[in-house]
Each structure stands twice: as structure tokens, then as C-alpha cells.
Nanobody, 128 residues
């Protein structure tokens, strides 16, 4: 069974930090670019970040650049999203996804269709 499982979400105050984890089972992440997406109520799914396999190149949405960091540990078959300086507008369900190839597409990394495996999501709520 191919599965991605996100964890690490929760309630945090503005300015706080969370680290999300995306653990794979049924397959290995070695040859996949991995993206993080988020979806707030009433809004479309938004690409947050992507990390390529071989070269580790990363992309970030402008809204999170400088605050979020994506990383991967292939030995643990896990991808992480470190989120710092969180804002209320970061509140959403966060999903990880494995892409169709080894690299994040410079033009398509934010497109959900480019990803073939998805996790169930983890809720992140930023509120005082």
C-alpha cells in the first residue's frame, strides 16, 4: 500500500513554530520530488514548497519564503517542513505529495496534477 502520512500539525500562537513531517510507506522517497501544499476553508489548494531529489533544489511560495524550510531525509523516508514566524494566514490543512518525477518543475511545482501520491493532511491553526 502506497501511503504518505503527515504529522506535526496543531495549534500554535502567532510567531511560533511547528515542524511538519511526511513519512512514506509502501514506497521510498529517493526518486521523487516532494511538495507541500495547504488548503484553507473556501480556498483552493496552494503550493507551499517543493524539494527535488538528486540536487535538493527547493521552491517556496512568496508568502512563506524566509519563514519555511523544506528538507528531506531519505534514510528515514521522510520529508519535513519547518515553519517559523507563523501567521494566522498560515492556518490550513497541510498536505505532502510525491511528484511525477525526480525534480520540482520550475513552472509546475504548484500544480496539484503534477503529484501522484498524497497524504491525508494535517491541520495547522495559528491563533492567539
Amino acid at each position: 500500500q502506497v501511503q504518505l502520512v503527515e504529522s506535526g500539525g496543531g495549534l500554535v500562537q502567532p510567531g511560533g513554530s511547528l515542524r511538519l513531517s511526511c513519512a512514506a510507506s509502501g514506497f521510498t522517497l529517493d526518486n521523487y520530488a516532494i511538495g507541500w501544499f495547504r488548503q484553507a476553508p473556501g480556498k483552493e489548494r496552494e503550493g507551499v514548497s517543493c524539494i527535488s531529489d538528486s540536487d535538493g533544489y527547493t521552491y517556496y511560495a512568496d508568502s512563506v519564503k524566509g519563514r519555511f524550510t523544506i528538507s528531506r531525509d531519505n534514510a528515514k523516508n521522510t520529508v519535513y517542513l519547518q515553519m517559523n514566524s507563523l501567521k494566522p494566514e498560515d492556518t490550513a490543512v497541510y498536505y505532502c505529495a510525491a511528484s511525477r518525477g525526480y525534480y520540482c518543475s520550475a513552472y509546475g511545482w504548484t500544480i496539484p496534477y503534477e503529484y501522484v501520491y498524497w497524504g491525508q493532511g494535517t491541520q495547522v491553526t495559528v491563533s492567539s
